[in-house]
């Protein structure tokens, strides 16, 4: 597998059919999602009803575990991949680690929710005197990773007296520079993460209309290279702020949006030019939730564009420099199926996973009716080979695929299971990781781990 700096993308899918969303609340739980693959080390984290959450590592080498801590966060979970020690970066809550990713040790450790405050509100909708006290939390998430800093996305948030539930929302976002060696805070401004060029880390400070590139600890105002834009822009906090859809990026280049004229417009900026490239996209509507992902040497564009009397599931290829090159439509596939692209084969060849959920209505939940993997031309996105993954899915509640960074295999956790009704205080069952080739579809090693789902009162996700 091959190092790199790519934040770690795991594919995480949840039934998002009709009947999906159910007030029925699992009385057990089994899960486990691949976080990142660095050389024959595959970390995951494992979430067991009546256990505390874990990250586990496994040497797909030798088939076995190398290491296993509590992870302090069972909900939200964010990992960056390392080129070298320290190994690689993990978000929980507010606090930033470093792991060595050979012995799951700590290397360094930051709280970033006792890192001074964030100077300016960029929540202006509720006023200071309604916020209930003490009641501010941090939340961090998206870490950035280049050769000497770590940039990671941070967010107060507070309670207002107003809200009938008393629910949290966010109310300063801003960013924290760290070293990467030490974890010693570096610089820390209001404003949003974008993404990363390169060594070059991009921020938007809050008033939106503004870019700036950070490298090493010498900061230049890149407002200029947008300048170019027809008409006037402005960042959206929405998108900017969106771990999955706001940005991309792949070696020096990032792939981010800006508003013009109330329209979303996806931009590449490469680190080193002096303006940056607007992407024609086709004229397709109601895309503002189409996610974009780097694949080989181009990029791809996949979303769901719902018509009036149907829905259509697409993928586009674009050239580096953002010229359309293929497209192709998934029509009428039903309203219980999902698409996601994984990332490029060491072919740059896309792949894309599909699912479809069904509705089992003695437990009143979904679980996955089937599921595949299409490796499509890197050219016409033409399906080149398909690998079908239903077969080990019979009681599967959610499909967690992942493919490394220049692999040639996809890692696959099994067993994620939601039990709704459990007639035993406790039951035992298995987990399992395998690996699938690309090239032939077949299983190339699959590790075991038994667990027990024990029941549990209730709640999203154990211990909470």
């Known amino acids: 597998m091959k190092r790199g700096f790519i934040s770690a993308m795991v594919l995480l899918l949840f039934p998002t059919g009709a009947h999906a969303v159910s007030a029925i609340v699992p009385e057990g739980v089994a899960r486990m999602d691949v976080l990142l693959a660095m050389d024959r080390i595959v970390v995951c984290r494992m979430i067991v009803s009546g256990a505390e959450p874990q990250l586990v590592a496994y040497d797909s080498r030798k088939q076995t575990v190398a290491w296993r801590r509590p992870s302090k ?80 996305a941070r967010t107060e948030m507070r309670r207002d007296i107003n809200a009938i539930d008393g629910g949290q929302f966010p109310y300063r976002r801003g960013w924290v520079l760290l070293d990467r060696f030490t974890g010693e805070p570096v610089k820390t401004d209001p404003g949003f993460l974008v993404g990363r060029a390169g060594e070059t880390i991009l921020v938007a400070p809050p008033d939106n209309v503004h870019l700036l590139g950070i490298e090493a600890d010498r900061t230049v105002d890149l407002t200029g290279v947008l300048s170019g834009l027809s008409a006037a822009w402005r960042f959206d906090p929405l998108w900017v702020m969106n771990q999955w859809w706001s940005s991309a990026s792949e070696d020096d280049t990032c792939l981010f949006r800006v508003r013009v004229d109330e329209i979303t417009r996806p931009l590449l900026y490469t680190r080193g030019d002096d303006k940056v490239r607007v992407v024609r996209s086709t004229g397709r509507k109601h895309l503002d939730m189409a996610r974009w992902a780097f694949s080989g040497r181009g990029m791809v564009r996949y979303g769901d564009d719902r018509g009036p009397s149907n829905r259509v599931y697409f993928i586009e ?35 894309l996973a599909s699912y479809r959920t069904e509705w089992e209505t003695n437990v009143l939940a979904s679980r996955i009716a089937s599921a595949r993997i299409e490796v499509l031309d890197k050219r016409t996105l033409a399906t080149e080979k398909t690998i079908d993954l239903s077969a080990d899915l019979s009681k599967d509640s959610t499909v967690s695929l992942y493919l490394p960074p220049g692999s040639s295999i996809v890692l696959q956790s099994l067993g994620n299971r939601a039990v709704y009704k459990m007639r035993e205080d406790s039951i035992p069952h298995e987990l399992s990781l395998r690996a699938m080739d690309l090239s032939s579809g077949k299983e190339k090693w699959r590790i075991a781990e038994p667990v027990t789902i024990r029941k549990r009162a209730g709640g999203l996700l154990p211990d909470d």
């Open 73 to 152: 966060i069972s909900s939200w979970l964010f990992a960056a991949n390392a080129d070298a020690n320290p190994g690689f970066i993990v978000v929980e809550g507010s606090v930033v680690s470093a792991l060595d990713v050979r012995t799951g040790e700590t290397v360094w450790q930051t709280d970033l929710g006792k890192v001074g405050n964030i100077a300016a509100a960029t929540n202006t909708a509720v006023s200071s005197a309604d916020l209930v006290p003490d009641s501010c939390v941090y939340v961090c998430e998206r870490p950035l990773l280049t050769r000497t800093r770590v940039a990671v």
């Open 317 to 351: 290829l674009y050239a580096k420099d953002g010229s359309f090159v293929a497209g192709r439509d998934f029509k009428n596939p039903g309203s219980d199926v999902q698409f996601q692209v994984l990332g490029a084969s060491t072919k740059g060849q896309p792949v």
